[in-house]
């Protein structure tokens, strides 16, 4: 499933120098060697009750985040700043809303966006987007 999004983030004529998933976001420190940069991780799971009365069939809904850093070059334009991420927000946008990752059986949806950190001219934003999957009692 991350790998499919990632792979969609990273088609001909992305923005993103560098993408990964959660290993790769937790060996950032400050700042990671390349931006524009995309990690995607799922973020939470929560299942419904089972509604049959013999055997399991839950729906499973799936928070995945996607979080884009990016900097400043300029060091003095807060504006440009502000623009860069913009654009990344809605090149990711655009590639995600409606888009049937593998592992899932419901198209990505938009949830939530927020600004996690603004530091030293790097600036790091999350955006959430929600799918389901269904999970079945195996024999």
Known sequence: MIKSIIDRLLESGTPFAIAGGAGSLAAVKDRPLQVPAVFVYI???????????????QRSGVDISVVIITENLSGTDDFEAAEDIENLKAYVRRKLIGFMA??????????????????????????????????????
């Open 102 to 139: 593998d592992g899932l059986d419901d198209p990505l949806e938009h949830v939530t966006g927020e600004l996690q950190q603004a530091i030293s001219g790097t600036i790091w934003f999350e955006d959430v987007y929600s799918s389901a999957r269904y999970l079945e009692e195996q024999d």
């Open 43 to 57: 973020a939470s799971e929560r299942s419904a009750a089972n509604d049959r009365i013999t055997g399991v069939l």
